[in-house]
Structure formats: structure tokens, C-alpha cells
């Protein structure tokens, strides 16, 4: 008797209460979703900004209730398996910040066109050989990074992202910096790092506003003398290509400050490079040293 009142006991207990018995078992969005609630209460208001993050999950697609929360200025899908980026992306106007990072996208949908509030978008590491040229019509770009795809051009439309300030290209297949970066008049940040880069264009020197450069890990055989015009430069890094001659003109970048060995330290990183005798001595010397020395070169 006994037992079988236990047996209808637990036979007889909610539905809900069985399933948060297993709460362990499920994502907070999972919950969500199971116990009928409202995806909005997810939703993180912040002081600026309404966010809502889905990482890690192990997500394959997108699931669908997303679309529907329109209110969603900085949206989180990075480090899952995501292969296609749904055309309703679009819907999500509201958008600033958009981090799909670490997923196993190959392309982009033309929908992402229509987030006009877009200032943030993180691509890195995905597998993207290509990117739609409706990306430019995000006007208010300021920062885009897609370091660790399988990129080796841009659209030209892309020099009409006029506000962009930050880009980051490294990690890619790119043989030249894309003509249309040498546009981007605002830029104060460039990441060309581990490409296929031999050469820095002349164009670099239209790029007045540019305060970090970095173009570590190519096969550049030489220091662009226009390299040298753009005197905004406070880090620039060189390291690891096969330069062997500097330019009398080095010392126009007195924002340089110095010879840096930190990849975090502002200065001239040049090492790593077959440079000429007596060029590795004056490294070691300091910057100081290394622009007199050039100096007296060019007058002599």
C-alpha cells in the first residue's frame, strides 16, 4: 500500500516541476523557452544599450524568436557553429554592435545593408572568403574586424565607409592592402598583419588620421618611403618581414618615440628583419640614435 502511494506520488507531480528538476540540463534561453516565458525577459538593459548574448551555445542556426525582439542594440552570437547568417538579420534595425566571432560563416547576407545604426562588427574567425558590398551602405561604421577568414579582396564600395576608424584585416590571404582602404580617411587603425603582403603602396600616405599601423608577418621587402609621410603614427610594427634597408626619411615619424619590443608598446617594432649592417647596432641603440644616423646619411 505504501508503495504504491510513493509510485503515484511521483507520478502525479507537475510538469513544470519535473522540468526544473533537470534545470542543470538546459541554457538560461532553454528554460526560457521551455517554461513558455516571454524571450524578452532575457533581454539586458543597460545604462546605453539593450544586449542580449547567446555564446557558446552550440548553436548550428539561429533560432527564430530572435527576430522578433527588434529593441536589440548589441547582439552576441559569437563561438558557436553557425554556417548561414539568416536574411532576417535585417529586421534587427536597431542593431550597434553585432559580434558573430568564432562561428563557420562563409558569407554575409545582403540584408545586413539595412542595419544603418551598425557602429561594431566583429567577424573574426569564421571562413569567409567574401563580403557583400551592401556592407558599405552601413554608413556608420566605425569598427570592423575580420582577422582569421579567407579573405584576399574587398569590394571597392567600401571606400564609402567614411566613418570607419578601426579595421582589421589580419590573418587572411590578402597579396596587396585593398585599394579601397587607402580611402578611409578616418582610419586611426590598421591590421594587415600575417597576409601575403611584399609591399606597402605609395597610397599608404593618404591615410592622414592612421596612429597604429601593423603590418607584422608578411614578406615586405621594403620600408615604403610614403610610409614615412604619415606622421600621425605613434606604433608601427614591422616585425618579422624582409626589410633590409630603412629610409633616410624615418625621423618625419617623431610620434614614434622609440624603439619598442612589447607588440603592446607604442614605437617603431622592426625586429626580426634581415636589416643591414650597421642598422641592427642602431636598433639596439634607440630611436635617437637610429634617426641621427639616418639624418647624416640623407645630407651626406
Not at 37 to 56: C, E, I, N, Q, Y
Not at 91 to 104: D, E, K, S, W
Not at 119 to 137: Q, R
Request: with cysteine.
Amino acid at each position: 500500500m505504501g508503495a504504491k502511494h510513493s509510485r503515484a506520488s511521483s507520478n502525479d507531480k507537475d510538469p513544470k516541476s519535473l522540468l526544473l528538476g533537470k534545470r542543470q540540463k538546459f541554457s538560461s534561453w532553454d528554460d526560457t523557452l521551455l517554461l513558455g516565458k516571454d524571450p524578452r525577459s532575457l533581454l539586458k538593459r543597460g545604462m546605453r544599450h539593450v544586449s542580449f548574448s547567446l555564446v557558446t551555445k552550440g548553436m548550428t542556426d539561429v533560432p527564430d524568436f530572435l527576430w522578433g525582439l527588434l529593441e536589440v542594440q548589441k547582439l552576441n552570437l559569437s563561438h558557436n557553429q553557425l554556417r548561414v547568417l539568416p536574411p532576417e538579420v535585417g529586421r534587427l534595425t536597431r542593431i550597434v554592435v553585432l559580434n558573430l566571432c568564432g562561428n563557420h560563416l562563409k558569407s554575409l547576407p545582403r540584408e545586413v545593408s539595412l542595419l544603418q545604426n551598425l557602429k561594431v562588427l566583429f567577424l573574426n574567425m569564421n571562413c569567409l572568403a567574401e563580403v557583400p558590398a551592401e556592407l558599405s551602405l552601413c554608413k556608420n561604421l566605425e569598427v570592423l574586424s575580420m582577422s582569421h577568414n579567407c579573405l584576399s579582396q574587398l569590394p571597392a564600395s567600401f571606400a564609402d565607409l567614411s566613418r570607419l576608424r578601426k579595421l582589421n584585416l589580419s590573418n587572411n590571404y590578402f597579396a596587396h592592402i585593398p585599394i579601397c582602404v587607402f580611402s578611409l580617411k578616418e582610419l586611426d587603425f590598421l591590421h594587415v598583419g600575417s597576409n601575403r603582403l611584399e609591399n606597402i603602396a605609395e597610397s599608404i600616405q593618404c591615410l592622414t588620421s592612421l596612429q597604429i599601423f601593423i603590418a607584422e608577418s608578411n614578406n615586405i621587402h621594403s620600408f615604403s618611403r610614403s610610409l614615412c609621410l604619415v606622421t600621425s603614427l605613434e606604433l608601427l610594427n614591422l616585425n618579422n618581414n624582409d626589410i633590409q634597408t630603412l629610409p633616410d626619411e624615418l625621423y618625419l615619424l617623431s610620434r614614434l618615440g622609440r624603439i619598442a619590443w612589447n607588440p603592446m608598446d607604442k614605437g617603431l617594432h622592426i625586429s626580426h628583419n634581415p636589416l643591414s649592417k650597421p642598422l641592427p647596432e642602431l636598433v639596439e641603440g634607440g630611436l635617437e640614435m637610429l634617426y641621427s644616423y639616418l639624418k647624416d646619411k640623407k645630407h651626406n
